[in-house]
């Protein structure tokens, strides 16, 4: 006959009806995970040496229902609050005391990395070298030479490495540039720095896009035209450039919107008669018994903004065009893009939106003086 009886998962015997757990069990259970933590905490903050908390594992493990899994998932928080806590210059002690840590504690590597808190810890420790670099305290081979070491012990992914390289240049770039421009020795450390860790500064993975080593990458080009020499940077774009052009930079998922002008007759009684839609613009030539003008940008589709020294050319999946900075009379900027003015008669306006537009404003400055 059935009977729904359940076993306890923590001794497994039984325990009573539709129960999993006995209460004895489970305190048992929360006591020995206090344990483990209490004694993790205090080995990382160098109270008690590795024998012991060896010692308190084992006692746990085998009085108080802990399983490896719990103990890879104590370390793991541990670590992440240690890993908080510590800042550079790191010293060496610290990794010994992590090597130590992972030679003794009984579980897997991957049981203690399970959430990811070495690879957090190894990415704090080697953004911290880099900083030491950064800050003319190491040489870039030191950082590296120590990084590598830290890797040796706490082995991240290549993609893992590569985000923090990165990470530590787009920082650098943040503060070489908040006086708005890089000495040229700011400049000379960027560049070892790109070059020697293989990195680039204009062909970014997305999830860079629209960081600050953009800027970094901008900088550069902006000061090569200024000083009048050919960009050091220039990009591959499928489009056809003219005798002395480069492309210089491609802003992706860009909107273009052109001028549309409508004309409405008004009626005759007097005041508006067509409705005030959200997003139109309005130019009133007249309320009474006249055909009026109404302006209003309409979507022409999602695109590429190519940006070289002459033009700036739109490559819509429908439309493209290419506005020369000859032809451009006007610009008005918007937070995520900008408006574009162009010269001649019966030319619409046309907006280009989902981009920062700083980078477009400051090379027109440049070639159209
Ligand atoms: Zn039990």
Not at 147 to 174: F, W
Not at 193 to 200: D, N, P
Request: hydrophobic share 35%.
């Amino acid at each position: 006959m059935f009977t729904p009886m359940g076993t306890c998962k923590y001794c497994g015997k039984s325990a009573g009806l539709f129960s999993h757990s006995h209460k004895e069990c489970e305190e048992k259970y929360k006591q020995g995970i206090t344990l483990l933590e209490g004694a993790l905490r205090s080995y990382f903050m160098n109270a008690i040496q590795i024998g012991e908390l060896r010692k308190v594992v084992a006692n746990v493990s085998q009085n108080n229902f802990i399983s490896n899994e719990d103990i890879g998932n104590s370390s793991g928080k541990c670590i992440d609050e240690w890993t908080n806590t510590i800042h550079w210059p790191f010293h060496s002690s610290l990794l010994a005391l992590v090597k130590d840590f992972l030679n003794n504690i009984g579980v897997s590597y991957q049981t203690v990395n399970s959430s990811g808190a070495l690879d957090r810890l190894c990415q704090k420790m080697i953004r911290g070298f880099m900083a030491e670099y950064f800050t003319n305290q190491k040489t870039l081979q030191r950082s590296i030479q120590i990084s590598q070491q830290v890797i040796n012990t706490l082995p991240i992914s290549h993609q893992q490495e590569q985000d923090v390289y990165y990470e530590m240049l787009g920082q650098a770039g943040k503060n070489f540039l908040k006086d708005g421009y890089m000495t040229s020795a700011e400049q000379q450390k960027v560049e070892e720095y790109v070059s020697t860790l293989g990195l680039s500064l204009i062909n970014l993975p997305a999830s860079l896009q629209g960081t600050q080593i953009e800027e970094l990458g901008q900088s550069y080009i902006l000061g090569d035209i200024q000083a009048g020499r050919h960009p050091r940077y220039v990009i591959n774009a499928p489009i056809i450039l003219t005798k002395g052009e480069d492309a210089l930079w491609c802003y992706n998922n860009v909107t273009m919107y052109q001028e549309k002008i409508k004309k409405e007759m008004v009626g005759s009684y007097g005041g508006f008669s067509f409705r005030i839609m959200k997003g139109v613009r309005y130019r009133t030539g007249g309320f009474k018994g006249h055909p009026v003008e109404t302006s209003y940008m309409e979507n022409m589709g999602q695109g590429s903004l190519y940006v070289t020294n002459k033009n700036i050319i739109f490559m819509g999946q429908t439309r493209s065009i290419k506005v020369p900075y000859s032809k451009i009379i006007g610009i008005n900027p918007y937070s995520d893009g900008m408006e574009v003015q162009r010269d001649g008669n019966n030319v619409k306006r046309l907006v280009f939106q989902g981009f920062d537009c700083s980078f477009v404003l400051n090379i027109i400055n440049l070639v159209t003086v």
